[in-house]
Every structure is written in structure tokens, then in C-alpha cells.
């Protein structure tokens, strides 16, 4: 798809008057990490700006909402969706994405869809923009060792490192594993040692 400076400015004012502050920042945050990942992974990063900038525009959306949006991609809710209702947020972002902006993407749509929890078989740019979500520097979770840990990696090597931190957090939380990042764990772990 073509990414015009025009589309770019127009979401970019959407999010700014949409979303609060620090979420807002945090968009912004997350585009420049990915796209800086694509770069690395000679990925397309006007692509990986754009679904960065995208990712959350429906994080602070209802529950009525997410529900009511996540619905139009024809899946049914799962449990853990059931259970944490937040973890919809990129079903119904991926949804609110093609009615506001019209963009029909594929690969855009899934990156935004499956931001949150990840999923079996995600595109590279779905790879990037979960890493990058995790990452961008505002997140205080982040220190330099961790980023250093990151550094030379292959992208599944680095996917593989920041699940496994978002899964240790969950458990540490007793919050409910999405059954999707479970699948996806366990096809990298399938893949063979790099
Ligand atoms: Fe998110
Ligand atoms: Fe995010």
C-alpha cells in the first residue's frame, strides 16, 4: 500500500485528540521503534511506522466497544479475551482501522490484530510491532541490560525473549495467559536453535 505524508498526518491527529497523553506518546514511541526494528530486518518501515502508530488507537475504548468491534472479524471471544477484556484492543483497533482510515493492508490489519497477545504463523511486521510495543523507551520496564540482551538477535530470537518476559509478568500478575501467546510460544520454541 501506498503511505502518503497526508494519511500519516491524519492519523497521527486522530490519535492525538482520541487517546490520552501518555498513550498518545507511547504511539509515537512504538512507530519509531519499529520502524528503526524494520530497518534492521530489511523490513518495510513506512509499514512498520504506520501500524506503530496504529496499534492502540482502541486502548481506551469500553468494554462494550472492544466487544462490539472485536465481533466484526468474524472470531468468537475467547476466554482469556472473556476473563481481561483489555486483551481486545487489537481485534477492535485492527476493526476501527479499516472504518476510519480505509486501509485494507493485510499484513497492517494483523500487526494491529495480534499486537497484544501475538499469534502462531505472524507476519515479520506482526513480529516487529510486538517487539516494539514491549520495547519503545518511554516503557519503564525497559532498562539497557535488557535492551543489550535484544541487540544481534534474530527476530524470532528476540520475539522468543520479550514473550517470555510478558509471560513471566502475567504469571506474576495470576492474570489469565492468552491461549494464543501459548501457541505461539510454542511454535518458537519448535523452531530450531539459532
Ligand atoms: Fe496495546
Ligand atoms: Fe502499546
Do not use: W
Not at 523490513?43 to 472485536?70: C, F, M, P, V, W
Not at 472504518?99 to 494483523?110: G, H
Not at 490484530?113 to 517487539?131: D, E, P, Q, R, W
Amino acid at each position: 500500500m501506498v503511505i502518503t505524508d497526508s494519511l500519516l498526518n491524519q492519523i497521527d491527529s486522530y490519535l492525538k485528540e482520541n487517546l490520552s497523553e501518555k498513550r498518545y506518546r507511547h504511539s509515537v514511541s512504538t512507530a519509531v521503534t519499529a520502524e528503526q526494528l524494520c530497518r534492521i530486518f530489511s523490513i518495510d518501515s513506512r509499514k512498520g511506522y504506520l501500524a506503530g502508530l496504529l496499534h492502540d488507537i482502541a486502548r481506551e475504548l469500553d468494554i462494550e466497544q472492544l466487544t462490539s468491534l472485536s465481533l466484526k472479524d468474524g472470531g468468537a471471544i475467547r476466554d482469556s479475551e472473556k476473563k481481561h477484556p483489555v486483551l481486545l484492543h487489537g481485534r477492535a483497533g485492527a476493526e476501527m482501522v479499516k472504518e476510519l482510515f480505509k486501509i485494507t493492508d493485510a499484513e497492517i490489519l494483523d500487526a494491529v490484530s495480534h499486537h497484544t497477545t501475538g499469534n502462531k504463523g505472524m507476519s515479520s511486521l506482526a513480529k516487529v510491532i510486538f517487539i516494539a510495543d514491549y520495547i519503545e523507551p518511554y516503557r519503564a520496564h525497559i532498562t539497557q541490560e535488557y535492551l543489550s540482551s535484544l541487540k544481534g538477535k534474530s527476530l524470532d530470537s528476540m520475539l522468543k525473549i520479550v514473550l517470555n518476559s510478558i509471560l513471566e509478568y502475567i504469571r506474576e500478575e495470576s492474570l489469565m495467559v492468552s491461549e494464543i501467546s501459548l501457541e505461539l510460544l510454542k511454535e518458537l520454541e519448535n523452531e530450531r536453535k539459532e
